[in-house]
């Protein structure tokens, strides 16, 4: 009964702001899924013998709301993230749900909180569904009780002044994710191993990390996001590669995006002015020693990263092995490739550009 007061968007800082409500629904192993309840945002009570506080049983998802310039309020292909968040949870073996009812919940609770989607152009809702274990009793087992809930977070663009490529640290003393293991999901537990990582990297002066694996160094992901390099082939031809889904890199939904563009634009479903009329579309491995040799052969065009906060980043050099690899940036910072891919992702997250991966939320 006491909304708060969004405040100025100029003061807004990603994630430190919430808006008025929060969905929470309830599931036991007797019950199963309790009724949805959005509710005022408000601190969560729980055991200290939870299992998410002793063994990380705990996965989330991120997605924006955006308001078009005709008031339409929508989401961009939230189905991915449902389908996604549903992986995560049976790899923890969290309680698995109805993604096209969770949607309607969401839906229900961006509706209600609208007001806090801010107006200025490149704002947006931040959206953050997770899942987590609840039961109080130790013992390393699937939980019996657990608490999916939603929060939201009015969000400024991720570059406010123009886009600033950043410099990678190449991360040979750590690893994000191994075959096997938890790479391809959207946990908890696979971020906070990387904030040591994220430190020595800025120590050393760089933004983030580029997270290399084995002895061939091959590339996997930057930082928290979806990695994608450009390089010219010897005949000329330039080639768009992102590490294949091999277990160990998240299945993100801006790269499906980025890639959905490129092939599109390849097939002559929609051509993007400004993409190369000839272009491979690849998702393979790819290490370091090619970066360097297409670097030292003039053959590089760039390198950067793709998530739903940035949508996309891109990169100037990697630090390795003790020197600086430069990656060719553009005037305003962004290559040749991923400025037309970016100006159609955000052209359609914005309502400019009509598409059926916007769903909508409010009319």
């Not at 309020?73 to 749900?97: E, G, I, Y």
């Not at 997770?130 to 663009?157: C, D, K, M, Q, R």
């Amino acid at each position: 009964m006491s909304p708060k007061e969004l405040p100025p968007s100029k003061n807004l800082v990603f994630g430190r702001t919430f808006s008025d409500h929060m969905l929470r629904i309830r599931w036991t192993e007797a019950t199963g899924w309790q009724a949805p309840s959005i509710e005022p945002f408000a601190t969560i009570n729980l055991s200290p013998g939870a299992t998410v506080l002793h063994y990380a049983q705990s996965l989330f998802e991120g997605m924006k709301a955006y308001r078009h310039d005709n008031g339409t309020v929508t989401m961009f292909r939230p189905d991915m993230n449902m389908k996604r968040m549903n992986t995560s949870a049976q790899r923890l073996a969290l309680p698995a749900f109805d993604g096209n009812a969770l949607l309607e919940c969401i839906k229900e609770l961006i509706s209600l909180d609208r007001q806090w989607i801010p107006k200025e152009p490149g704002h947006s809702l931040y959206i953050r569904p997770t899942l987590i274990g609840t039961n109080g009793t130790l013992g390393v087992a699937p939980p019996s009780e657990a608490l999916l809930f939603v929060i939201t977070s009015p969000v400024g663009p991720y570059y406010p002044r123009g886009f600033k490529p950043v410099p990678l640290h190449g991360t040979t003393e750590y690893i994000r994710a191994a075959p096997g293991g938890t790479g391809a999901y959207k946990l908890a537990a696979n971020y906070a191993p990387g904030v040591v990582a994220q430190k020595s990297a800025a120590k050393q002066g760089y933004a983030q990390n580029l997270w290399l694996h084995g002895p061939e160094h091959w590339l996997t992901e930057v930082g928290t996001m979806n990695l994608f390099a450009v390089i010219k082939d010897k005949d000329g031809i330039t080639e768009l590669i992102t590490p294949p889904l091999d277990g160990m890199i998240l299945p993100g939904v801006t790269r499906d995006s980025v890639l959905a563009l490129a092939r599109n634009h390849v097939s002559g479903v929609k051509r993007l002015e400004g993409l190369p009329d000839v272009i491979r579309v690849s998702e393979r491995p790819i290490n370091m020693g090619e970066i360097i040799q297409s670097s030292k052969e003039g053959r590089l065009i760039e390198l950067f990263g793709t998530g739903t906060a940035a949508v996309v980043t891109p990169v100037d050099k990697i630090g390795y092995n003790g020197g600086d690899v430069i990656i060719p940036t553009g005037k305003d910072g962004m290559g040749p490739v991923s400025k037309p891919l970016w100006t159609e992702l955000v052209g359609i997250q914005t309502g400019d550009i009509q598409s059926d991966w916007n769903y909508v939320v409010a009319q």
